[in-house]
């Protein structure tokens, strides 16, 4: 089965500085994989999703993404973080078995952006 | 995009009762994902629900204890059932956007509190 792994459980960064918010994946094929965002009392956001064709995907508010087949990995990254960025974040992947498919999340990286 | 709508949007139950969740789709689509969450941590996968067949129950959850309906392609139910305070959780409606193939949306979630 596919899984996807958070390493981190919050991530802290300075207001203006990059960020990254890691993400691992274990696939057998060709990965699909997505990002959410969860801001506090919010529903799931869909942010961004690698499906094929180039490894660096941009999506929403300026994130972008980069897979890195090598070293089956998903991170997320935004150039200069915003405190609104502040959120919950999930990597997950979409596990394809016997005809159907369904949506496996990772455990979730808190981001914290500090003024 | 699709919006969901989902209903109660937080009850409080007592032990040994059984609630009822709606999620009301605005378009037809062809699977509907239920998932828990508690508050802040990562969701988890209960069941597929497609239209005209039985739900797809994911590994620890059963049939008898979240009953689920899916009368059509913009309807379902999930029934939380003989409520324990392990029950207390975030439950969350999704559905694959239409022509948006890997974009989950979610509902706002149901938040039940079982004293």
């Known amino acids: 089965a596919q899984s996807v792994a958070q390493p981190e459980d919050q991530v802290n960064v300075a207001e203006g500085n990059p960020l990254t918010v890691k993400c691992t994946y274990s696939?057998?094929?060709?990965?699909?994989l997505f990002w959410y965002v969860q801001y506090p009392n919010r529903g799931l956001q869909f942010l961004l999703k690698y499906i094929t064709g180039d490894n660096l995907v941009k999506g929403s508010y300026g994130f972008e993404a980069e897979f890195n087949k090598s070293q089956t990995s998903f991170h997320l990254k935004k150039p200069s973080a915003l405190v609104s960025d502040s959120a919950l974040y999930f990597c997950a992947v979409r596990d394809y078995l016997s005809g159907t498919y369904k949506y496996i999340f990772g455990t979730g990286t808190r981001l914290k952006v500090l003024a | 995009s699709a919006v969901i709508s989902q209903k109660p949007s937080r009850d409080i139950c007592q032990r040994g009762t059984s609630l009822t969740i709606q999620c009301q789709v605005d378009?037809?689509?062809?699977?509907m994902f239920w998932y828990r969450q508690q508050p802040g941590q990562s969701l988890t996968l209960i069941a597929t629900a497609n239209q005209g067949s039985e739900a797809t129950y994911e590994s620890g959850f059963v049939i008898d204890k979240f009953p689920i309906s899916r009368p059509n392609l913009t309807f379902s139910t999930l029934t939380v059932s003989n409520m324990s305070p392990e029950d207390s959780s975030i439950y969350l409606c999704?559905?694959?956007?239409?022509?948006?193939?890997?974009?989950?949306?979610f509902g706002e979630g149901s938040r039940l509190t079982v004293l």
């Open positions: 999704s559905v694959e956007g239409q022509g948006r193939a890997g974009e989950l949306f």
């Open positions: 378009s037809q689509v062809t699977m």
């Open positions: 696939v057998s094929g060709n990965p699909y």
